[in-house]
């Protein structure tokens, strides 16, 4: 709940920003605020995951997808997160969100996000996600379509690696229709 404000600004101040389209790599500059950091003043490491989400965010509403999805009743869900940190942002410290979507596997669509300041990579984070319309899971091809619907031309190869294609396989938990028993 205490990023719904700047997800909500975030969403506005798109509408004002540049178009790209949503192969374009985005930015979004941000500080880290005193809800961002812990106890040693710098971004909390789970904090990152929501800031990469305004980064996401923006890229959407600057490239019409955004209100393309609410429209069709769509809703972002991440399936698969993992991350990789190099250097600490501390409280009060600018830093750009760089985002790109990568493309897709049979299931998911992909995103490298990355924190950078003063030109250096701090943070780097692939995300799988999905998006869930009123009758389940959209296909990789009604995106595309919609994409294209939007002017939104397709890059000749929009699958990710085999090395994305392998990590999210091998961190997917069961489909919700099949039991997932807790067990240590």
């Not at 941000?30 to 909390?44: E, G, Q, W």
């Not at 009743?73 to 190099?86: L, M």
């Not at 294609?165 to 229709?177: E, G």
């Amino acid at each position: 709940m205490h990023v719904i404000l700047r997800t909500l600004l975030t969403l506005l101040r798109a509408r004002r920003r540049p178009a790209l389209s949503p192969w374009e790599p985005g930015s979004l500059t941000l500080r880290a605020l005193p809800t961002d950091v812990d106890l040693a003043l710098h971004i909390n490491n789970g904090q990152y995951f929501s800031l990469f989400d305004l980064g996401r965010y923006d890229l959407m509403a600057r490239a019409g997808v955004w209100s393309r999805m609410r429209a069709l009743g769509w809703t972002p869900v991440v399936q698969s997160e993992q991350i990789t940190f190099r250097r600490a942002v501390t409280l009060m410290r600018r830093f750009t969100v760089h985002t790109r979507m990568l493309g897709f596997d049979e299931r998911c669509l992909f995103f490298e996000q990355r924190v950078v300041v003063d030109g250096e990579i701090c943070v780097r984070a692939q995300i799988a996600a999905r998006l869930l319309g009123p009758d389940g899971p959209v296909s990789r091809e009604e995106i595309l379509a919609e994409l294209a619907a939007l002017g939104h031309e397709q890059p000749e190869d929009v699958d990710v690696s085999e090395e994305l294609r392998s990590w999210r396989a091998a961190a997917a938990l069961p489909s919700t229709r099949r039991p997932a028993p807790h067990r240590w």
